[in-house]
């Protein structure tokens, strides 16, 4: 075999070998991407919002304020409870919001990424290590206020609401398992 052959014959291989790793790379980035997608509180986009998904934070304040006092309920939460919750739901809401638009400017970014004639890798990863920077940020302010939180309930309180979602949990185990069947 000549050098030319031997250069045409491996040109296939080393072409699919870059095509199996450029998809592998969009679809690390695309998995990352959805992830810090789902994290992030939705604000208003639907969606069922409990408090350990980190979703009450998001919507309006009076939408906020129903998802609170529905949490409270049946906790006998006294009125200085509710509005000492209220007030750091409230602040972390704002805080999130710059997040929420951050993260938007993020996914817009992936798009042209992803968009482009040629796919830059470098350009991904980057994007890559941002989402999951500002990921971290939203998991850091959301464990914040659940600690707040924590602190004004009583140790009782705490432990009603997580046996509520215990049973959340595993009735939406057994909706999913259902509709696997």
Known sequence: MTQTTTTKASAPRTLGRVRVLMFGTLMAVLATWAMASWAQPMGGHGGHHEMG???MMGGSPER???MIDRMLD???ATDAQRGQIKQIVQAAATDLKSQREAHRALRQ????????PNVDANA???LRQ????QHDQVSRRMTQAMVDISRVLTPEQR???GERMKERAAKMQERMQRQQR
Do not use: D, K, P, S
């Open 159 to 161: 432990a009603t609401i």
């Open 64 to 66: 906020m304020a129903r």
């Open 109 to 116: 970014q992936g798009m042209q990424i992803f968009t482009a």
């Open 130 to 133: 941002q989402m999951m920077a």
């Open 53 to 55: 998904g980190g979703m």
């Open 124 to 126: 991904a990863e980057t």
């Open 74 to 76: 049946g906790l006998n």
